[in-house]
Nanobody, 123 residues
């Protein structure tokens, strides 16, 4: 199994940028895992924002296409989420997830959710 720790959140003005990091640890090889970034706003369900396969193929929610970029550095066992043109409604706790199968990323299934990273966007 892989454990994940998110970081990089904070307070940013609307239109600003942030880069989130998700550091993975565990005995399994990080490179074989698909990774996903999710967010959960107060009172709302957790939603998938961006995902990346073990081979580097990416997928984005329509609401963030063109503004967010997911990437991975297998040597550092880290996945990133570069967010730009942030909007106040994107205030949420952002979580990452690691899974052997991409379907689990899409379905939001995790055995080891991290603590998340708070992103606050001021208007």
């Amino acid at each position: 199994q892989v454990q994940v720790v998110e970081s990089g959140g904070g307070l940013v003005q609307a239109g600003g940028s942030l880069r989130l990091s998700c550091a993975a640890s565990g005995r399994s090889s990080f490179s074989i895992y698909a990774m996903g970034w999710y967010r959960q706003a107060p009172g709302k369900q957790r939603e998938l924002v961006a995902a990346i396969t073990s081979g580097g193929c990416t997928n984005y929610a329509d609401s963030v296409k063109g503004r967010f970029t997911i990437s991975r550095d297998n040597a550092k066992k880290t996945v990133y989420l570069q967010m730009s043109s942030l909007k106040p409604e994107e205030k949420a706790v952002y979580y990452c997830n690691a899974a052997r199968y991409f379907g689990r990323i899409v379905a939001g299934i995790s055995d080891n959710w991290g603590q998340g990273s708070q992103v606050t966007v001021s208007s």
